[in-house]
């Protein structure tokens, strides 16, 4: 694979990753960007971050079940790939990064 190739797939998936949690915002936030994960944490007896990790975990695992279908033979679109990945970036990049210094003391010195 050449740079040039590898860089439009970076670009492609971030894109993609941002446009994402912009259009999901718009479902899920109520007023406060990360009110679903705060709100899914208070209603189980969790933390906003335990929370978000279990949701994230099920966006793994999906991916996961892709990856195992490769052996046997399944294939799935392009498409199908690129929401698997992006979920996972999402939950575990901007979206966790945005509770810990929204609901703990991280400061860059932690991070």
Not at 5 to 19: G, L, T, Y
Not at 35 to 59: Q, V
Not at 60 to 69: A, K
Not at 92 to 98: I, K, N, S
Request: with cysteine.
């Amino acid at each position: 694979m050449t740079s040039e190739r590898f860089n439009q797939i970076v670009d492609e998936i971030f894109d993609r990753c941002r446009a994402t949690l912009v259009d999901r915002a718009k479902m899920y936030a109520r007023g406060d960007r990360l009110s679903n994960f705060k709100r899914a944490g208070t209603i189980r007896g969790k933390s906003s971050i335990e929370s978000l990790d279990g949701m994230g975990l099920k966006h793994i695992t999906s991916l996961f079940d892709y990856i195992d279908d490769l052996r046997t033979g399944q294939t799935h679109a392009r498409e199908e790939w690129l929401e698997k990945m992006c979920d996972m970036i999402n939950y575990y990049g901007p979206l966790l990064l945005a509770l810990l210094e929204d609901t703990t003391s991280i400061t860059d010195e932690i991070i």
